[in-house]
């Protein structure tokens, strides 16, 4: 017999945490798999490949049950791939679990007939005991023989609500070489160290559980050294609030500088607000690369955040975040279209977070959960509009159009493509703070509008070369008549060494300086390595910066980043 979870990612690079921890959890506890009468496995694609790709791969599997992990991202695809494969193996049992198909069951049922069950809530006993009956009845089993196990929704009726896995310890660990299917090094790698939220933030699902639980200490440490000792490059804790118990999450955090390998980065999404003075004394002494933050700041409207559920003290917050070292990479998120924020509203909040000079800003737009205190609010109160289609985005709010939500999107593509993407991210900061409004969403709001003045086509959101777009920030600029020294030249040299230089650029180079620079950093040693290939790996500037009366002197050395790409290090010589 053989039961096949199957994941279906929104991109390549990502994995998929859930079917690995059922798998282990199944694997452990089922005496049919070390028997070899029941075997577990797992099948992963992404939402880019074609649905026929699912379909075909399924069906060579050739399994008894097959189940898929389901998500907002993913359920049309998902949906679409049951239906064919139930055309082609129609004796094989569909389920779905996941948080798309755990609140509305009669609804999912409807939208796709083809599903024959759904897992509620988590599913690593629920799964343990549908293999033991699936097991038990052999070739002759029907759905019907799962009716009565807690978990488990069909359309003939509900086994019940399970109970919480008692004791997280329990879920084998992973990632070990024995149960590792895909290369760390080219994959996302996420990992959890408790489930469960204390907040009730209104437009999120984790609201519903309001306990946390919790992997004892022991097995954290265990699992972090294993990462660290393999030499993952990212592992991503997807702890919803991950900095709630002081004594614990400092102890992590000990326990990676006390191990740091150099190479293993971990990324956490943290409450800011909550990190106390203890807290920025460790992270001070954070060796570089060992840790990121996520920080949602989401709005700082009060009547906002109080509607949602959320804490208001923006100054706090500031604070916090501005004291989070330079070396941590930073990540803040807003929400567009969140109750009572309209657009001046979300311009202030944009403005604040902007001006806190994250490393990135990611800027989403509210989703309209089933089961969340949102859905609610937004199904009974008129004015509010959301797309009935996966991720139910908000469409237009009681306060906040359509017409300004495009504006947003504008901001928002504008944000992510050149400033998150590191493109020109010294020349944006600067220009926000350098005009009169002082604000960085009006900026980006005309930088849109630039663009599609520029370009002959019209079409913001066409992928462009990185040139280009430093062509036209060079005549927005231009046009503007703003003075930003060389900043804009300092961005060109950071994306990696230029093959050319574009009419905008005034190069202040001297060979001789550049031979000096590298003989002062040891990168050049007369008579001995190849100077071509030196030169081929630097790149050396003067600078006039903003409110510099003197010029600053730059050698840029290009290496090779975590995924291939070139990152250029910079000696202020």
């Known amino acids: ?44 694609w992404n939402i880019n490949q074609p649905v026929s790709a699912i379909v075909r791969g399924v069906f060579e599997a050739q399994p008894d049950i097959v189940l898929f992990s389901t998500y907002i991202w993913n359920r049309v695809t998902v949906f ?103 290369d760390p090094k080219n994959k996302i790698v996420y990992y959890e160290s408790s489930r469960g939220c204390p907040f009730s933030c209104a437009y999120c699902l984790s609201s519903i559980e309001r306990s946390v639980r919790y992997y004892s200490l022991d097995r954290v440490f265990r699992d972090l050294s294993y990462f660290m000792d393999a030499g993952f490059p990212l592992v991503k804790f997807v702890d919803r609030t991950f900095n709630l118990d002081p004594e614990r999450y400092l102890a992590i955090w000990k326990f990676i500088r006390e191990h740091y390998n150099q190479k293993t980065l971990f990324h956490f999404e943290i409450a800011a607000e909550f990190l106390s003075d203890e807290a920025f004394i460790v992270l001070d002494t954070m060796p570089s690369g060992s840790v990121q933050f996520e920080i949602g700041i989401q709005s700082i409207n009060a009547e906002t955040l109080r509607i949602v559920g959320r804490q208001s003290n923006p100054g706090n917050l500031a604070e916090k975040i501005r004291r989070v070292p330079r070396a941590i990479h930073t990540h803040v ?38 089961g969340s205190p ?30 300004d939500l495009l504006i947003i999107k504008d901001v928002e593509y504008v944000t992510d493509s050149w ?34 003045s520029f370009y002959s086509d019209g079409d913001l959101f066409l992928p462009r070369r990185s040139a280009d ?11 503007n008549k703003i003075y930003t020294g060389d900043l804009l030249k300092y961005d060109y040299f950071l994306q990696g060494k230029p093959g050319v230089f574009p009419k905008w650029f005034e190069r202040r180079y001297s060979k001789e300086e550049h031979n000096q620079a590298l003989l002062d950093q040891g990168l050049l040693v007369k008579n001995g390595e190849s100077r071509r290939i030196v030169y081929s790996q630097t ?23 975590m995924y291939r790409e070139k990152k250029a290090i910079c000696d202020i010589l």
């Not at 979870?5 to 282990?24: C, D, E, H, S, Y």
């Not at 237009?396 to 017409?403: E, G, I, K, M, N």
């Not at 777009?469 to 046009?479: L, P, T, V």
């Open 1 to 44: 017999m053989k039961i096949l979870l199957v994941a279906v990612n929104a991109k390549f690079i990502q994995t998929n945490l859930a079917v690995r921890l059922l798998k282990g959890y199944v694997e452990e506890r089922v005496e049919a798999v070390a028997a070899g009468q029941l075997k577990i496995e797992i099948a992963e």
């Open 80 to 182: 679409s791939a049951i239906s064919e494969i139930k055309k082609i193996l129609p004796l094989v049992i569909i389920g779905c679990g996941g948080p798309e198909v755990s609140w509305l069951p009669e609804k999912v049922f409807t939208d796709c007939p083809a599903i024959d069950l759904i897992i509620l809530g988590e599913g690593e006993q629920t799964l343990v005991e549908l293999s033991e009956r699936l097991v038990s009845r052999g070739k002759f089993f029907r759905v019907r023989d799962f009716s009565d196990i807690r978990g488990v929704y069909l359309r003939s009726g509900f086994g019940g609500n399970r109970p919480f896995t008692e004791s997280l310890d329990d879920i084998p660990f992973p990632y070990t070489a024995e149960r590792m299917d895909f």
């Open 333 to 370: 998120d807003l929400i567009a279209g969140l109750p009572s924020e309209d657009r001046a509203g979300f311009t202030k909040s944009f403005d604040f977070a902007f001006l806190l000079s994250p490393d990135m800003l990611q800027l989403g737009f509210l989703k309209i959960l089933s």
């Open 374 to 403: 949102m859905y609610a609010l937004a199904i009974n109160t008129p004015g509010y509009t959301w797309s009935e289609r996966p991720p139910y985005e908000v469409l237009a709010t009681p306060v906040l159009s359509y017409a």
């Open 419 to 452: 400033y998150n993407s590191g493109l020109m991210c010294n020349t944006l900061k600067y220009l926000a703070t350098a005009r009169e409004q002082r604000s960085a969403f009006a900026l980006l709001h005309e930088i849109s509008i630039f663009i599609r």
């Open 469 to 479: 777009c430093f062509e036209c920030m060079a005549a927005f600029i231009s046009h």
């Open 539 to 561: 790149e050396y500037e003067r600078f006039l910066f903003p409110g510099d009366e003197k010029e600053t002197k730059i050698l840029f050395k290009y290496t090779e980043g």
